[in-house]
């Protein structure tokens, strides 16, 4: 068990990336992909999250929808906040699987307060167990993984959807994170929801304190195709700091296993 003064239940900084605040997030709404297009009813003022099942490589909005739509792209999901109300256009988002999704964008004025639920797009008609909890399917696997890796024993959950996956003699792991001085160890992979994830050790070695969290890091500079990366702490200390604080793990969810999810 790895340990650094982390809360058992882990809140920690790897689920940062879906959800702030203390107040639990609207369970998300599936939609099915069968090759028509899907809406999208957006709030004037208020952000939605889409989830997709890849990567967004490419996102095409028309240009008559681009000054009434603020849209902000962060792997596999899309937040759009309309600024005005508009009738339904047209989206077209590509993913790095070369698959594209059409959607149907329209906004309306907000009626009463609260978040409208996240959206996750699936494109399979035989979808894998979903988690109890409500979560998208990545965040639970990142969470599932955090716990076993931090939690005392008699705290980590069991899950008969998630299992851990062997692994093969030491891999060695090429530089993942662009422009950044550190080493990588492999060290568990879990598989779930039709999804693999996969813990990294990652130790510091620059003489500089590393931010992990956005707007200090941006995840676009981890190489591969993740659906969801995301590190277990805030930053790492300078090389050689005491406590093991020059160290972290980072969680990389794919569709694939993590040495098929490689560029």
Known sequence: MLCRGVA???????????????????????LLWQQ??????LKVGEERAVFFPAAVRELRVPPVLEPL??????????HWQPLVAFAAQRVLVGTVDEQWYLLD?????????????????RDTLTAPPQPSAGLPPAVALVRYAAQQLYAPLRLRPRNPDIYSVGLDSPL????????ALLDYQLIAAWQGYGLHVSALRVINQDSWHM?????????????????????????????????????????????????????
């Open 36 to 41: 028509l297009p899907l809406p999208v009813d």
């Open 69 to 78: 739509l603020r849209s902000q792209l962060l792997h596999n999901v899309v």
């Open 105 to 121: 964008l329209s906004a309306t004025e907000r009626v009463v307060e609260g978040n409208a639920p996240p959206l996750v797009i």
């Open 211 to 263: 931010p992990l969290t956005p707007p200090g890091f941006d995840h676009a500079r981890i190489r591969g195709r993740w659906l969801v990366s995301a590190f277990h702490h805030r930053n790492l200390a300078p090389t050689g700091a005491a406590g093991d604080r020059d160290q972290s793990v980072l969680y990389l969810v794919s569709q694939r296993p993590f040495e098929q999810s490689l560029l």
């Open 8 to 30: 058992v239940l882990v809140s920690s900084t790897a689920l940062m990336l879906w959800a702030t605040g203390a107040a639990a997030p609207p369970s998300p709404v599936e």
């Open 172 to 179: 060695t792991v090429p530089p993942l994170v662009r422009g």
